[in-house]
Every structure is written in C-alpha cells, then in structure tokens.
C-alpha cells in the first residue's frame, strides 16, 4: 500500500534560520514518483518537485533544496534562509508507476515564518 | 501554456440545497481530471478521477456525483448537501498518472 507521512504537524521558525521539512513514504513500486506541493494561504495548490525513484540525485532550487533516500525512504525539503513569503502548508505526496489516481498526499506541515 | 480555472471561489449554501462546481483546463487534450477535498486543517482527499469524457472513477463514498461533459470540463454535484460537505474544494488536472497535477484556486463551501 502507498502511504506517506509528514510526521511534523506545524513548525515555526524566525525568518533566516534553516528549516527541513521531513516527508517518509512507503510503497512497493520499484518504479515512484515523489512531489512536493506548497499551499500557501490563499488556498491554491502549487507544485515544487517530482523526483523518480531512479534518481536519488539532490536538487536544488535557490533556497530550496531536496534530499531524496531510497534507503531510509525518504524525501526530505530544506528551505535556507527563510522568508515570510515561505509561510504556509507543504504536502509531500506519492504517486506509483501506474494508474490515474495514483497521487498519495501526506497530511501536509504548517511552516510558519516569523519576522 | 495550460490553465485551469474553478469556479465559484466562495459559496454559502444551505443544507438540503443542490451543488455543482465546475472546472474547466485550457491548452491541453485528453488531461487527467481530479476533484479533491479539504477539511479545515487537513489533508486532501481524492474524491473524483477521470481518464477521459463520461469515464467518472470514484474514491470515497458520499452523496457528491462528478461528471465529464466535455474533454476539458469537469463538474462536482450533489443534490442535497450536508453539513459535513463544508470544505474546501481542489480541482486538478494531469497529462498522465504520474505526472504533476497543477491545481485550481480552490473553492471554499460553508454549509449552513
């Protein structure tokens, strides 16, 4: 069975500190897709990353940066220098090699940044 | 470039009235269409999937029906709503089950 658990409910950081938002999943698919969405206040949906499961590869993406591993099955967000404009809700999801209704979503973890 | 649109943004409606939300996806054929929901504090709930027009696939039971009218079109009903039909309402397009799905602005339903 897929399931993917974002295991911090709501962090808060003061603007400029790192924060690392962790996202653990598990499937049996050997072929998976790993996203990152981000819902900030006004409601919207918006998508950050997907990453297959062949590469493990790190990314990064200005302050944003993910750090996927197969063998603690994990894909694990850090925001650097945190902003204001950073405040929201993450959801971390999980979507198998087949099928149109594929997308597992985490329960999401509220980041809120103080000035 | 594709664009969903999702209206309306707000609704108030009483409890026993009808329902229907509509979606629409711009710049693209054949997509992926999903309806999702969102308690107040929670995650998302798959509520609708369809693969292509009159193809409906449903997740959870409940007295909500969506339908596929047209390629790009896709619609969230009910006819009689309920208190715990209150939520806020996603709808999301993708080019295929593994691909990203880009959402709407949402539209948020408050029951009375």
């Known amino acids: 069975a897929q399931k993917v658990t974002q295991a911090q409910t709501e962090i808060s950081v003061v603007e400029k500190e790192d924060v690392t938002l962790d996202c653990v999943y598990e499937t049996r698919d050997t072929t998976y897709y790993l996203f990152w969405y981000k819902q900030p206040p006004s409601g919207e949906l918006v998508f950050l990353i997907r990453?297959?499961?062949?590469?493990?590869q790190n990314e990064i993406s200005g302050r944003y940066s993910w750090n996927f591993q197969k063998s603690t099955s994990s894909f694990n967000f850090t925001i650097t220098a945190s902003q204001v404009v950073d405040s929201a809700v993450y959801f971390c999801?999980?979507?198998?090699?087949?099928?149109?209704?594929?997308?597992?979503f985490g329960t999401g973890t509220r980041l809120t940044v103080i000035p | 470039s594709q664009t969903i649109h999702q209206w309306p943004a707000t609704l108030v409606q009483p409890v026993g009235s009808p329902l229907s939300l509509e979606c629409t996806v711009e710049g693209t054929s054949n997509p992926n269409l999903y309806w999702y929901r969102q308690a107040a504090g929670r995650g998302l709930q798959l509520l609708f999937y369809?693969?292509?027009?009159?193809?409906i696939s449903s997740e959870v039971p409940q007295n909500l029906s969506a339908s596929r009218p047209q390629d790009r079109q896709f619609i969230l009903s009910s006819k009689k709503l309920l208190l715990s039909d209150s939520g806020f309402y996603l709808c999301a397009w993708s080019s295929t089950g593994t691909s990203p799905q880009h959402f709407g602005d949402g539209t948020r339903l408050s029951i009375l």
């Open positions: 990453r297959n499961s062949f590469d493990e």
């Open positions: 999801a999980l979507s198998g090699k087949t099928g149109a209704n594929n997308l597992f």
């Open positions: 369809s693969v292509g027009i009159g193809q």
